[in-house]
Protein backbone atom coordinates (compact mmCIF):
# COMPACT_ATOMS: atom_id res chain seq x y z
CA UNK A 1 0.00 0.00 0.00
CA UNK A 2 2.95 2.29 0.88
CA UNK A 3 4.12 1.49 -3.02
CA UNK A 4 1.34 2.29 -4.31
CA UNK A 5 1.16 5.29 -2.31
CA UNK A 6 4.45 6.54 -3.58
CA UNK A 7 4.04 5.80 -7.32
CA UNK A 8 0.70 7.68 -6.98
CA UNK A 9 2.45 11.33 -5.45
CA UNK A 10 5.54 9.90 -7.67
CA UNK A 11 2.83 10.49 -10.74
CA UNK A 12 1.51 14.03 -9.12
CA UNK A 13 4.50 15.22 -8.98
CA UNK A 14 6.00 14.34 -12.32
CA UNK A 15 2.53 15.65 -14.03
CA UNK A 16 3.40 19.06 -12.26
CA UNK A 17 6.84 19.45 -14.19
CA UNK A 18 5.12 18.93 -17.70
CA UNK A 19 4.13 21.75 -19.65
CA UNK A 20 0.55 22.41 -19.33
CA UNK A 21 -1.68 21.83 -22.02
CA UNK A 22 -2.85 24.34 -24.86
CA UNK A 23 -6.60 25.67 -23.46
CA UNK A 24 -8.49 27.82 -25.82
CA UNK A 25 -9.17 31.21 -24.84
CA UNK A 26 -12.37 33.49 -24.77
CA UNK A 27 -11.50 36.66 -27.22
CA UNK A 28 -14.05 39.71 -25.91
CA UNK A 29 -15.13 42.08 -29.35
CA UNK A 30 -17.17 44.91 -28.20
CA UNK A 31 -20.91 45.36 -30.01
CA UNK A 32 -21.79 48.90 -29.69
CA UNK A 33 -25.19 49.72 -31.81
CA UNK A 34 -28.23 51.91 -31.32
CA UNK A 35 -30.41 49.52 -29.88
CA UNK A 36 -32.30 52.24 -28.66
CA UNK A 37 -32.84 55.68 -30.73
CA UNK A 38 -33.64 56.80 -33.82
CA UNK A 39 -32.30 53.42 -35.98
CA UNK A 40 -33.24 50.91 -33.28
CA UNK A 41 -35.60 49.00 -35.99
CA UNK A 42 -31.95 48.40 -38.07
CA UNK A 43 -29.49 47.67 -34.70
CA UNK A 44 -30.45 44.17 -33.76
CA UNK A 45 -29.62 42.25 -37.53
CA UNK A 46 -27.08 44.44 -37.93
CA UNK A 47 -25.75 43.33 -34.38
CA UNK A 48 -26.75 39.44 -35.38
CA UNK A 49 -24.88 40.06 -38.67
CA UNK A 50 -21.77 40.64 -37.37
CA UNK A 51 -22.12 38.04 -34.23
CA UNK A 52 -22.69 35.49 -37.26
CA UNK A 53 -19.05 36.09 -38.81
CA UNK A 54 -17.71 35.80 -34.84
CA UNK A 55 -19.43 32.61 -34.44
CA UNK A 56 -18.24 31.13 -37.71
CA UNK A 57 -15.00 31.94 -37.02
CA UNK A 58 -15.14 30.41 -33.27
CA UNK A 59 -17.13 26.74 -34.67
CA UNK A 60 -14.51 26.87 -37.69
CA UNK A 61 -11.77 25.22 -34.60
CA UNK A 62 -9.02 27.30 -36.58
CA UNK A 63 -8.97 30.88 -34.77
CA UNK A 64 -5.28 31.08 -33.55
CA UNK A 65 -5.71 27.08 -32.65
CA UNK A 66 -9.33 26.80 -31.18
CA UNK A 67 -10.04 30.66 -29.18
CA UNK A 68 -13.45 31.91 -29.67
CA UNK A 69 -15.19 34.97 -30.08
CA UNK A 70 -17.64 36.29 -27.53
CA UNK A 71 -19.34 39.47 -28.21
CA UNK A 72 -19.93 41.89 -25.96
CA UNK A 73 -23.28 44.64 -26.37
CA UNK A 74 -23.28 47.86 -25.43
CA UNK A 75 -25.76 50.82 -26.25
CA UNK A 76 -24.73 53.68 -28.20
CA UNK A 77 -28.02 55.79 -28.31
CA UNK A 78 -26.97 56.48 -31.76
CA UNK A 79 -27.50 60.28 -30.87
CA UNK A 80 -25.83 60.68 -27.63
CA UNK A 81 -22.20 61.11 -27.84
CA UNK A 82 -21.70 60.96 -24.02
CA UNK A 83 -23.25 57.88 -23.49
CA UNK A 84 -21.78 56.11 -25.73
CA UNK A 85 -18.24 57.12 -24.71
CA UNK A 86 -19.27 55.67 -21.32
CA UNK A 87 -20.48 52.51 -22.68
CA UNK A 88 -17.50 52.18 -24.67
CA UNK A 89 -14.82 52.92 -21.51
CA UNK A 90 -16.83 49.71 -19.65
CA UNK A 91 -16.31 47.80 -22.14
CA UNK A 92 -12.41 48.24 -22.12
CA UNK A 93 -11.80 48.41 -18.26
CA UNK A 94 -14.20 46.15 -16.93
CA UNK A 95 -14.71 43.74 -20.30
CA UNK A 96 -11.26 44.25 -21.67
CA UNK A 97 -12.47 43.93 -24.92
CA UNK A 98 -9.58 43.49 -27.76
CA UNK A 99 -11.63 45.46 -30.42
CA UNK A 100 -14.75 47.03 -31.02
CA UNK A 101 -17.29 46.25 -33.72
CA UNK A 102 -19.24 50.07 -34.34
CA UNK A 103 -20.43 52.39 -33.56
CA UNK A 104 -23.50 52.93 -35.75
CA UNK A 105 -23.82 56.26 -36.61
CA UNK A 106 -21.45 59.01 -37.36
CA UNK A 107 -21.24 61.69 -34.02
CA UNK A 108 -21.35 58.98 -31.51
CA UNK A 109 -18.50 57.35 -33.54
CA UNK A 110 -16.41 60.16 -33.76
CA UNK A 111 -16.48 60.62 -30.08
CA UNK A 112 -15.63 56.87 -29.34
CA UNK A 113 -12.47 57.32 -31.65
CA UNK A 114 -11.31 60.30 -30.27
CA UNK A 115 -12.19 59.63 -26.62
CA UNK A 116 -11.56 55.82 -26.01
CA UNK A 117 -9.75 53.92 -29.01
CA UNK A 118 -7.32 56.50 -29.76
CA UNK A 119 -5.79 56.45 -26.13
CA UNK A 120 -6.32 52.87 -25.69
CA UNK A 121 -4.95 51.37 -28.69
CA UNK A 122 -8.48 49.86 -30.12
CA UNK A 123 -9.25 49.24 -33.47
CA UNK A 124 -13.12 50.12 -33.88
CA UNK A 125 -14.59 49.74 -37.75
CA UNK A 126 -17.97 50.87 -38.19
CA UNK A 127 -20.98 49.19 -40.85
CA UNK A 128 -22.90 52.37 -41.26
CA UNK A 129 -21.30 54.74 -39.75
CA UNK A 130 -20.96 58.00 -43.22
CA UNK A 131 -19.59 61.54 -42.09
CA UNK A 132 -17.30 62.82 -44.36
CA UNK A 133 -15.76 64.22 -40.88
CA UNK A 134 -14.81 60.35 -40.37
CA UNK A 135 -12.13 60.09 -43.21
CA UNK A 136 -9.73 62.67 -41.73
CA UNK A 137 -9.91 62.22 -38.28
CA UNK A 138 -6.53 62.09 -36.21
CA UNK A 139 -7.16 57.93 -35.57
CA UNK A 140 -3.77 56.80 -34.76
CA UNK A 141 -4.97 54.12 -37.60
CA UNK A 142 -7.11 52.49 -35.52
CA UNK A 143 -10.82 53.52 -37.23
CA UNK A 144 -12.15 51.18 -40.01
CA UNK A 145 -15.68 50.99 -41.78
CA UNK A 146 -17.20 49.29 -44.38
CA UNK A 147 -19.97 51.35 -45.21
CA UNK A 148 -18.50 54.07 -47.73
CA UNK A 149 -18.74 57.79 -47.31
CA UNK A 150 -21.06 60.40 -47.58
CA UNK A 151 -19.03 61.99 -50.00
CA UNK A 152 -19.62 59.36 -52.38
CA UNK A 153 -23.51 58.94 -51.16
CA UNK A 154 -24.24 62.33 -51.84
CA UNK A 155 -23.10 62.70 -55.30
CA UNK A 156 -24.67 59.24 -56.28
CA UNK A 157 -28.04 60.43 -54.87
CA UNK A 158 -27.62 64.09 -56.69
CA UNK A 159 -26.97 62.43 -60.26
CA UNK A 160 -30.37 59.97 -59.21
CA UNK A 161 -31.72 63.26 -58.67
CA UNK A 162 -31.22 64.65 -62.07
CA UNK A 163 -31.37 61.75 -63.81
CA UNK A 164 -35.09 61.76 -62.86
CA UNK A 165 -35.31 64.86 -64.16
CA UNK A 166 -35.98 66.59 -60.79
CA UNK A 167 -34.28 70.30 -61.43
CA UNK A 168 -35.25 71.99 -57.80
CA UNK A 169 -35.99 70.26 -54.37
CA UNK A 170 -35.94 71.48 -50.67
CA UNK A 171 -34.03 69.49 -48.39
CA UNK A 172 -34.15 68.82 -44.38
CA UNK A 173 -31.41 67.27 -42.37
CA UNK A 174 -31.00 65.98 -38.83
CA UNK A 175 -29.02 67.88 -37.05
CA UNK A 176 -25.86 66.28 -36.29
CA UNK A 177 -22.49 65.18 -38.10
CA UNK A 178 -24.24 62.53 -40.67
CA UNK A 179 -27.06 65.49 -41.53
CA UNK A 180 -24.64 68.10 -42.08
CA UNK A 181 -22.15 66.00 -43.81
CA UNK A 182 -24.73 64.40 -46.37
CA UNK A 183 -26.62 67.62 -46.84
CA UNK A 184 -23.33 69.60 -47.91
CA UNK A 185 -22.46 67.10 -50.09
CA UNK A 186 -25.96 66.33 -52.02
CA UNK A 187 -26.27 70.48 -52.22
CA UNK A 188 -22.51 70.38 -53.77
CA UNK A 189 -23.00 67.22 -56.11
CA UNK A 190 -26.59 69.00 -57.12
CA UNK A 191 -25.52 72.38 -57.62
CA UNK A 192 -22.46 71.52 -59.82
CA UNK A 193 -24.68 69.44 -62.09
CA UNK A 194 -27.31 72.08 -62.49
CA UNK A 195 -29.69 71.85 -59.67
CA UNK A 196 -30.91 73.84 -57.12
CA UNK A 197 -31.70 73.39 -53.82
CA UNK A 198 -34.11 76.15 -53.15
CA UNK A 199 -34.70 76.11 -49.66
CA UNK A 200 -32.59 73.99 -46.38
CA UNK A 201 -33.03 73.30 -43.12
CA UNK A 202 -32.30 71.03 -40.17
CA UNK A 203 -34.76 69.19 -38.00
CA UNK A 204 -34.45 67.94 -34.39
CA UNK A 205 -34.63 64.14 -33.42
CA UNK A 206 -37.54 63.31 -30.48
CA UNK A 207 -39.85 65.97 -31.34
CA UNK A 208 -43.85 64.68 -31.34
CA UNK A 209 -44.86 67.61 -33.90
CA UNK A 210 -43.01 68.52 -37.15
CA UNK A 211 -45.85 70.73 -38.81
CA UNK A 212 -43.91 73.90 -37.95
CA UNK A 213 -40.93 72.09 -39.84
CA UNK A 214 -43.22 71.00 -43.18
CA UNK A 215 -44.52 74.31 -43.51
CA UNK A 216 -41.44 76.38 -43.99
CA UNK A 217 -40.36 73.61 -46.32
CA UNK A 218 -43.72 73.75 -48.30
CA UNK A 219 -43.90 77.34 -48.12
CA UNK A 220 -40.52 77.00 -50.20
CA UNK A 221 -42.38 76.06 -53.12
CA UNK A 222 -40.71 73.10 -54.02
CA UNK A 223 -42.61 70.16 -55.43
CA UNK A 224 -39.52 67.70 -54.06
CA UNK A 225 -38.70 66.99 -50.42
CA UNK A 226 -35.03 65.42 -49.85
CA UNK A 227 -34.85 64.07 -46.34
CA UNK A 228 -31.25 63.51 -44.44
CA UNK A 229 -32.55 61.82 -41.15
CA UNK A 230 -33.40 58.88 -39.33
CA UNK A 231 -35.94 55.98 -40.23
CA UNK A 232 -37.52 55.48 -36.43
CA UNK A 233 -37.11 59.76 -35.33
CA UNK A 234 -37.40 62.83 -36.98
CA UNK A 235 -36.68 61.96 -40.48
CA UNK A 236 -39.67 59.19 -40.01
CA UNK A 237 -41.97 62.60 -38.51
CA UNK A 238 -41.24 64.57 -40.99
CA UNK A 239 -42.59 62.60 -43.93
CA UNK A 240 -45.70 61.46 -41.78
CA UNK A 241 -46.44 65.27 -40.93
CA UNK A 242 -45.84 66.00 -44.85
CA UNK A 243 -48.29 63.71 -46.06
CA UNK A 244 -50.85 64.41 -43.33
CA UNK A 245 -50.80 67.70 -44.60
CA UNK A 246 -50.36 67.07 -48.35
CA UNK A 247 -47.35 69.18 -48.48
CA UNK A 248 -45.62 66.55 -50.44
CA UNK A 249 -46.23 63.59 -51.97
CA UNK A 250 -43.02 61.63 -53.44
CA UNK A 251 -39.67 61.96 -51.39
CA UNK A 252 -36.51 61.69 -51.52
CA UNK A 253 -34.10 60.21 -49.03
CA UNK A 254 -30.68 58.44 -48.45
CA UNK A 255 -29.21 55.53 -46.19
CA UNK A 256 -30.95 56.22 -42.75
CA UNK A 257 -34.16 56.50 -44.19
CA UNK A 258 -33.87 53.02 -45.34
CA UNK A 259 -35.54 50.67 -43.46
CA UNK A 260 -39.78 48.88 -42.58
CA UNK A 261 -40.32 51.41 -40.62
CA UNK A 262 -41.12 53.91 -43.20
CA UNK A 263 -42.94 51.79 -45.12
CA UNK A 264 -45.47 51.52 -42.31
CA UNK A 265 -46.23 55.73 -42.18
CA UNK A 266 -49.92 56.51 -42.88
CA UNK A 267 -50.07 57.00 -46.26
CA UNK A 268 -48.71 55.87 -49.92
CA UNK A 269 -44.87 56.21 -50.48
CA UNK A 270 -45.08 54.75 -54.20
CA UNK A 271 -42.30 56.37 -56.60
CA UNK A 272 -39.89 57.89 -53.53
CA UNK A 273 -36.36 56.91 -54.06
CA UNK A 274 -33.04 56.99 -52.59
CA UNK A 275 -29.40 55.37 -51.99
CA UNK A 276 -28.17 52.86 -50.20
CA UNK A 277 -24.78 51.29 -49.71
CA UNK A 278 -24.75 47.92 -51.29
CA UNK A 279 -24.20 45.57 -54.36
CA UNK A 280 -25.41 42.80 -56.49
CA UNK A 281 -22.21 40.94 -56.14
CA UNK A 282 -21.04 37.30 -56.24
CA UNK A 283 -20.34 37.85 -52.36
CA UNK A 284 -23.90 40.15 -51.43
CA UNK A 285 -25.58 37.19 -53.11
CA UNK A 286 -23.81 34.48 -50.81
CA UNK A 287 -24.39 36.24 -47.37
CA UNK A 288 -28.19 36.48 -47.81
CA UNK A 289 -27.86 32.09 -48.12
CA UNK A 290 -25.33 32.11 -45.35
CA UNK A 291 -27.21 34.53 -42.83
CA UNK A 292 -30.48 32.78 -43.69
CA UNK A 293 -28.69 29.52 -42.51
CA UNK A 294 -27.42 31.26 -39.55
CA UNK A 295 -30.98 32.68 -38.92
CA UNK A 296 -30.24 35.88 -39.77
CA UNK A 297 -32.66 38.39 -42.17
CA UNK A 298 -29.59 39.50 -44.24
CA UNK A 299 -31.49 41.72 -47.22
CA UNK A 300 -31.79 45.01 -44.86
CA UNK A 301 -29.42 47.69 -44.35
CA UNK A 302 -26.26 47.73 -43.58
CA UNK A 303 -26.33 43.62 -42.55
CA UNK A 304 -23.68 42.98 -44.82
CA UNK A 305 -21.31 45.45 -43.89
CA UNK A 306 -21.83 44.08 -40.26
CA UNK A 307 -20.82 40.74 -41.80
CA UNK A 308 -17.81 42.63 -43.61
CA UNK A 309 -16.83 44.26 -39.99
CA UNK A 310 -16.86 40.95 -38.00
CA UNK A 311 -15.39 38.99 -40.26
CA UNK A 312 -12.07 41.54 -40.70
CA UNK A 313 -11.74 41.31 -37.10
CA UNK A 314 -11.39 37.64 -36.89
CA UNK A 315 -9.05 37.30 -39.52
CA UNK A 316 -6.98 39.93 -38.21
CA UNK A 317 -6.54 38.77 -35.20
CA UNK A 318 -5.42 35.13 -36.65
CA UNK A 319 -2.96 37.34 -38.82
CA UNK A 320 -1.72 39.69 -35.72
CA UNK A 321 -1.53 35.85 -34.20
CA UNK A 322 -3.17 36.77 -31.09
CA UNK A 323 -5.40 38.74 -29.89
CA UNK A 324 -3.10 41.67 -29.20
CA UNK A 325 -4.68 45.31 -29.91
CA UNK A 326 -2.10 46.60 -31.94
CA UNK A 327 -1.57 43.81 -33.72
CA UNK A 328 -5.23 43.84 -35.23
CA UNK A 329 -4.59 47.32 -36.03
CA UNK A 330 -2.10 46.87 -37.85
CA UNK A 331 -3.05 43.94 -39.64
CA UNK A 332 -6.83 44.80 -40.95
CA UNK A 333 -5.68 46.43 -44.47
CA UNK A 334 -3.44 43.20 -44.73
CA UNK A 335 -6.43 41.24 -44.56
CA UNK A 336 -8.86 43.50 -46.38
CA UNK A 337 -7.05 44.03 -49.77
CA UNK A 338 -5.12 42.22 -52.17
CA UNK A 339 -2.89 40.36 -52.82
CA UNK A 340 -4.03 37.16 -51.72
CA UNK A 341 -6.38 34.81 -52.48
CA UNK A 342 -10.22 36.02 -52.43
CA UNK A 343 -12.11 35.00 -49.14
CA UNK A 344 -16.43 35.56 -49.72
CA UNK A 345 -19.04 34.95 -47.05
CA UNK A 346 -19.33 31.29 -45.25
CA UNK A 347 -14.89 31.12 -46.23
CA UNK A 348 -14.17 32.18 -42.92
CA UNK A 349 -12.60 29.13 -42.01
CA UNK A 350 -10.85 28.67 -45.46
CA UNK A 351 -9.10 32.25 -44.82
CA UNK A 352 -8.15 31.08 -41.30
CA UNK A 353 -6.50 28.35 -42.48
CA UNK A 354 -4.69 30.20 -45.36
CA UNK A 355 -3.36 32.84 -42.79
CA UNK A 356 -2.43 30.34 -40.17
CA UNK A 357 -0.03 28.80 -42.91
CA UNK A 358 1.81 31.52 -43.62
CA UNK A 359 -0.46 33.16 -46.96
CA UNK A 360 -2.19 35.93 -47.69
CA UNK A 361 -5.66 36.63 -48.23
CA UNK A 362 -7.86 39.25 -50.09
CA UNK A 363 -11.46 39.22 -47.94
CA UNK A 364 -14.37 40.44 -50.48
CA UNK A 365 -16.70 39.61 -48.03
CA UNK A 366 -20.69 40.70 -48.76
CA UNK A 367 -19.84 44.34 -49.69
CA UNK A 368 -17.18 43.73 -52.11
CA UNK A 369 -14.21 45.58 -49.41
CA UNK A 370 -11.46 47.58 -50.58
CA UNK A 371 -10.05 49.92 -48.17
CA UNK A 372 -7.97 53.40 -49.39
CA UNK A 373 -4.69 54.67 -47.65
CA UNK A 374 -7.43 55.48 -44.65
CA UNK A 375 -9.12 52.63 -44.23
CA UNK A 376 -12.57 53.40 -45.73
CA UNK A 377 -14.52 51.39 -48.44
CA UNK A 378 -15.21 53.38 -51.70
CA UNK A 379 -18.19 50.98 -51.86
CA UNK A 380 -21.31 51.39 -54.11
CA UNK A 381 -24.82 52.45 -53.87
CA UNK A 382 -28.37 50.95 -54.70
CA UNK A 383 -30.74 52.82 -56.52
CA UNK A 384 -33.70 52.07 -54.21
CA UNK A 385 -37.58 53.07 -55.05
CA UNK A 386 -40.33 52.41 -52.92
CA UNK A 387 -43.06 50.41 -54.80
CA UNK A 388 -46.16 49.62 -53.05
CA UNK A 389 -44.93 48.95 -49.30
CA UNK A 390 -41.74 47.74 -50.04
CA UNK A 391 -38.38 49.03 -51.30
CA UNK A 392 -36.94 47.49 -54.52
CA UNK A 393 -33.42 48.19 -56.21
CA UNK A 394 -33.57 49.77 -59.45
CA UNK A 395 -29.82 50.14 -59.73
CA UNK A 396 -26.76 49.29 -58.67
CA UNK A 397 -23.60 52.42 -58.87
Given amino acids: MKISVNLVALGLASAMLLPAAASAAEIKIGVILGFTGPIESLTPEM ?67 NNVAVPNGLTVISPSATSPALTTIDDNGLFFRTAPSDARQGEILAQIVKERGIDEVAVTFTNNDYGKGLSESFGSAFSALGGNVIFEAPHEDGKADYSAEVGALSASGADELVVFGYVDQGGRGIIQSSLDAGAFDRFIFADGMVGDALTTVDGDLSGSFGTLPGTDSQGA ?51 ANAPGVEIFPGELAKGLQILADGGEINYQGASDVEFGEVGEAAGSYKELEIQGDSFETISVR
Fill in 47 to 113: AASAELAFKEASDSGLLLGGDTITPVRADSTCIDSAAATAAVERLVTSDGIAALFGPDCSGVTIAVT
Fill in 285 to 335: ATFLDVAAAGGVDGAGPFRGESYDAGALLALAIQAAGSADREGISANIMNV
